[in-house]
């Protein structure tokens, strides 16, 4: 049974920064998953943010590069989404995803996911 379960979210002003972690539990090799970033605002769809897979290679979606970063530690069986320059906009349950699909950018090719964690930012 895999579990996801991310952390670090909380209330920022604009213009602030956070970083999100998920730690991944049950996988024989979180090397081998895809891990990605998801975030959903009430009434929208959910936004692709970002993916990596376990050899380091990243895919961003269309609006947050350059504002967000997402990385990994294999070691730690964890992923982080490092986010800079916060709008109100970007207000959102943030979701972090496990695939075997290499670097997936659909929310439907993940197979595991976490509850989320709730980022909420200030004007």
């Known amino acids: 049974q895999v579990q996801l379960a991310e952390s670090g979210g909380g209330l920022v002003q604009a213009g602030g920064s956070l970083r999100l972690s998920c730690v991944v539990s049950?996988?024989?090799?979180?090397?081998?998953?895809?891990m990605a970033w998801f975030r959903q605002a009430p009434g929208k769809e959910r936004e692709f943010i970002a993916a990596?897979?376990?050899?380091?290679?990243?895919v961003y979606g269309n609006s947050e590069k350059g504002r967000f970063a997402i990385s990994r530690d294999n070691a730690k069986n964890t992923e982080y989404l490092q986010m800079h320059s916060l709008k109100p906009e970007d207000t959102a349950v943030y979701l972090c995803?496990?695939?075997?699909?290499?670097?997936?950018?659909?929310?439907?090719?993940?197979?595991?996911w976490g509850q989320g964690t709730q980022v909420t930012v200030s004007s």
């Open positions: 995803a496990a695939s075997r699909l290499d670097l997936a950018q659909s929310h439907l090719k993940y197979d595991y």
């Open positions: 049950g996988p024989p090799s979180f090397s081998s998953y895809s």
């Open positions: 990596i897979n376990g050899g380091g290679s990243i």
